[in-house]
């Protein structure tokens, strides 16, 4: 399957991109490099502690002169070798057709996340949550979207939170989930101009127009941000370096007695988020581990 990539429109066939980098942060120089392609990116570390595999999907075949150039500069940089890139045309199919066909309804805790070419009604009991696999990250899929999800199945046993905000919405799902747990507003936001979009449009097929918006922001600067804060709760499932980077603007932005849901960091990645988050006067609650990830739960204290 193809995670939260550039699948073709038609035209230009799709190529794989791909390359192993030593550490975690050289991963991110390269990541970046291939980022210009214009295509999603993945970056996660084989187990156990192996290289970390960066790849990404791009229509029409790259130039890998230009992006061995942009490598061999980052290579420099984090003083590591020049990986070899991998460069692998894929067969021409309905890339979107064959990721919804693969994929099945989840449960995860009260939540029934499904694809549209899934026609049986949402179990009884269940919250459905309808988002078809698109270019954009937040099917249910992965553990970081699990986590929240089971982070807020567990909150919602103690009662609604009336503000919520959702960082680094990507398709909506954890937005939708909370407006459709408790019947109130819900900003999502997300800096991806297309995850916005993906994120508009799963609001209203979920019928919660009405509830959530959806709006483009690097982290907390949006106007839009403060203007609907403080916050009861925020989500924030995005990854562990910008997540420790955001924390001060995190906690400034939470109301007191307000809960943090954060996700995106690896087990071992905790310590630091953990502690950036500690620094900006929140308390740590508790984590959701998940298939070595792992979902951490902040409070805000009355003052
Ligand atoms: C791991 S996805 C999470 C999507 C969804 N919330 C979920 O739980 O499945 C992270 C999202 O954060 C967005 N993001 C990354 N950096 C951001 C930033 N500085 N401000 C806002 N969104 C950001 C990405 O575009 C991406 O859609």
């Known amino acids: 399957m193809i995670p939260t990539s550039t699948w073709p429109k038609g035209g230009a066939p799709l190529w794989r991109v791909a390359l192993e ?17 214009g295509g999603a990116i993945s970056a996660f570390e084989t187990e156990p502690q192996g290289p970390w595999k960066v790849e ?22 984090f003083g590591v070798v020049q990986p070899a890139v991998t460069l692998e ?42 988002i078809d696999a698109a270019s954009a990250f937040g ?9 929240c999800l089971l982070a807020l199945d567990r909150l919602a046993k103690r009662g609604p939170r009336r503000r919520v905000l959702d960082m680094g919405s990507g398709t909506g799902i954890l937005a939708i989930a909370a407006a459709k747990t408790w019947h109130v507003s819900v900003l999502a936001c997300d800096i991806d101009r297309n995850s916005v979009r993906v994120a ?19 982290g907390y600067r949006a106007a839009a941000v403060s203007a609907a804060g403080p916050y009861d709760l925020i989500f924030a499932n995005i990854l562990a370096r910008p997540l420790a980077k955001m924390a001060p603007d995190l906690a400034h932005h939470l109301a007191p007695g307000g809960i943090a849901i954060l996700s995106g960091l690896l087990a ?36």
């Open 200 to 218: 508009a449009e799963n609001v209203v097929t979920n019928g919660v127009q009405h509830l959530v918006v959806s709006r483009e922001s690097d």
């Open 89 to 130: 045309q894929l067969p021409d199919v309905d890339w979107v057709r064959q990721n919804q066909e693969s994929f099945p309804p989840l449960h995860i805790g009260r939540y029934f996340v499904y694809g549209s070419h899934i026609v049986e009604p949402p179990p009884a009991g269940t919250i459905g949550l309808e």
């Open 268 to 303: 071992r990645q905790e310590t630091y988020v953990a502690a950036a988050h500690r620094n900006a006067g929140l308390t740590f609650k508790g984590r959701i581990p998940r298939a070595g990830w792992h979902t951490l739960v902040f409070e805000k204290a009355w003052p």
């Open 56 to 77: 990404t999907f791009v229509q029409g075949k790259p130039d890998l002169a230009v992006v061995e150039g942009g490598l061999a500069l980052v290579a420099l940089q």
């Open 21 to 37: 980098a030593p550490d975690e942060f050289s991963a991110e120089g390269f990541a970046q490099v291939l980022e210009a392609l």
């Open 139 to 147: 099917t249910g899929e992965h553990a970081t979207t699990a986590g």
